[in-house]
T-cell receptor, first 113, second 112 residues
Framework: AQSVAQPEDQVNVAEGNPLTVKCTYS??????LFWYVQYPNRGLQFLLK??????LVKGSYGFEAEFNKSQTSFHLKKPSALVSDSALYFC???????????FGAGTTVTVRA | DGGITQSPKYLFRKEGQNVTLSCEQN?????MYWYRQDPGQGLRLIYY???????QKGDIAEGYSVSREKKESFPLTVTSAQKNPTAFYLC???????????FGDGTRLSIL
């Protein structure tokens, strides 16, 4: 079985400060990890993925994530947050080549001006 | 532009009625998916299809049905057996299992 935990329902940061959204996962095989962002009444937009290789993954809009196998974590980071980054963020995991993707409950990010 | 189109954006269902949500993609993806989103619960998989004329149940398939007669289309029917259908429904597609899933903008279903 595969699962994802996003331990924080909400993250609040000031514009220009670093942003971190936490994610831990559980899979029986090799993890394929994804981050998505959702704006109100819209679908999910893909930000970045980890399949294999370098543990630091760079994605869209200045976001990056670090894969840590020993801690089974895949935290999303942005060095300098923007007000426009305010949205709902989802971490997701797939176990190897399984088509099924398991999502965390989501973290609401609010960036104040 | 390539993408996924879901229609309608808003849908209302009467008691005892079946309703069908449309999902069309022009990304030439083999795999398609239906998710249900409820506040605070993330996304839950209803059905998925790896290839035309084949589909599998996800985690919450009861009260739903799908078909996959064409590569581009994966409609979802919410039947009267689904007693709590009010939710935001999202359709997605991917190029195989490894590729990221691309999402439509959803259909919000409510009960009259």
């Amino acid at each position: 079985a595969q699962s994802v935990a996003q331990p924080e329902d909400q993250v609040n940061v000031a514009e220009g400060n670093p942003l971190t959204v936490k994610c831990t996962y559980s899979v029986s095989g090799n993890p394929y990890l994804f981050w998505y962002v959702q704006y109100p009444n819209r679908g999910l937009q893909f930000l970045l993925k980890y399949i294999t290789g370098d543990n630091l993954v760079k994605g869209s809009y200045g976001f990056e994530a670090e894969f840590n196998k020993s801690q089974t974590s895949f935290h999303l980071k942005k060095p300098s947050a923007l007000v426009s980054d305010s949205a709902l963020y989802f971490c997701a995991v797939r176990d190897g080549n399984d088509y099924k993707l398991s999502f965390g409950a989501g973290t609401t990010v609010t960036v104040r001006a | 532009d390539g993408g996924i189109t879901q229609s309608p954006k808003y849908l209302f269902r009467k008691e005892g009625q079946n309703v069908t949500l449309s999902c069309e993609q022009n990304l030439n993806h083999d795999a398609m998916y239906w998710y249900r989103q409820d506040p605070g619960q993330g996304l839950r998989l209803i059905y998925y299809s790896q290839i035309v004329n084949d589909f599998q149940k996800g985690d919450i398939a009861e009260g739903y049905s799908v078909s996959r007669e064409k590569k581009e289309s994966f409609p979802l029917t919410v039947t009267s057996a689904q007693k709590n259908p009010t939710a935001f429904y999202l359709c997605a597609s991917s190029s195989g299992a490894v590729g990221p899933q691309h999402f439509g903008d959803g259909t919000r279903l409510s009960i009259l």
